[in-house]
């Protein structure tokens, strides 16, 4: 059960658009059209922000976006705000639920 | 509202026992399988956990398989976790999530949807 592959770290000026990348394999985010993403403010209960791959939950922003292509899915920010400050995961949604590892998304 | 709230962590010596809980509300708590997921400290996000609706099927990752078991009162709303044989890297916080969501017309279930905020664990001896 290896883990998603995400940057460790990632960053974008206010109102600039920054990327956030999550490489799996072809048995799983290849494969299927269950990414999600989650940001993750420290202490506080991780937020979904993205399910399969580009479907955004009801009070996220449509400022955030998501896209697939082979084995990588993207998470994009657009018009970065200061509280988007805080660490992003994307995760398989396939039977072993593997997360990526995380990415610290500062803005500058 | 949806609202998850976890109990039952604390500070236990290696290879003892701890019982996590989770108590859902604003929702209908039996038709929603359940995850738990934990973070240890300075590390990401790791899938521990699955069961069913139904607490018919249970899913585990490696790492805590024949240690860990997930199980569920649907009467009372509540999720658990029991910790047996816990080792030094079984610390972490510990989050319950919902899977997925169901809307009037279709269901996604490949997703944690609402978290809690959480409960600690800490295996010290």
């Known amino acids: 059960q290896s883990a998603l592959t995400q940057p460790p770290s990632a960053s974008g000026s206010p109102g600039q658009s920054v990327t956030i990348s999550c490489t799996g394999t072809?048995?799983?985010?290849?494969?299927?059209?269950?990414v999600s993403w989650y940001q993750h403010h420290p202490g506080k209960a991780p937020k979904l922000m993205i399910y399969?791959?580009?479907k955004r939950p009801s009070g996220v922003p449509d400022r955030f976006s998501g896209s697939k292509s082979g084995n990588t899915a993207s998470l994009t920010v657009s018009g970065l705000q200061a509280e988007d400050e805080a660490d992003y995961y994307c995760?398989?949604?396939?039977?072993?639920?593997?997360f990526g590892g995380g990415t610290k998304l500062t803005v500058l | 509202q949806v609202q998850l709230v976890e109990s039952g962590g604390g500070v236990v010596q290696p290879g003892g026992s701890l019982r996590l809980s989770c108590a859902g509300s604003?929702?209908?708590?039996?038709?929603?399988?359940m995850h738990w997921v934990r973070q240890a400290p300075g590390k990401g996000l790791e899938w521990v956990a699955l069961?069913?609706?139904?607490?018919?099927?249970?899913f585990y990752v490696d790492s805590v398989k024949g240690r860990f078991t997930i199980s569920r009162d649907n009467s009372k709303n509540t999720l658990f976790l029991q910790l047996s044989s816990l080792r030094a890297e079984d610390t972490a916080l510990y989050y319950c999530?919902?899977?997925?969501?169901?809307?009037?017309?279709?269901?996604?279930?490949?997703?944690?949807?609402?978290w809690g905020q959480g409960t600690r664990v800490t295996v010290s001896s």
């Open positions: 604003g929702f209908p708590f039996s038709a929603y399988g």
């Open positions: 995760n398989s949604g396939t039977n072993n639920w593997v």
């Open positions: 999530a919902t899977q997925g969501f169901c809307s009037s017309v279709a269901c996604y279930a490949h997703h944690f949807d609402q």
């Open positions: 399969e791959v580009s």
């Open positions: 072809s048995s799983d985010v290849g494969d299927y059209n269950y």
């Open positions: 069961i069913s609706n139904d607490g018919n099927n249970k």
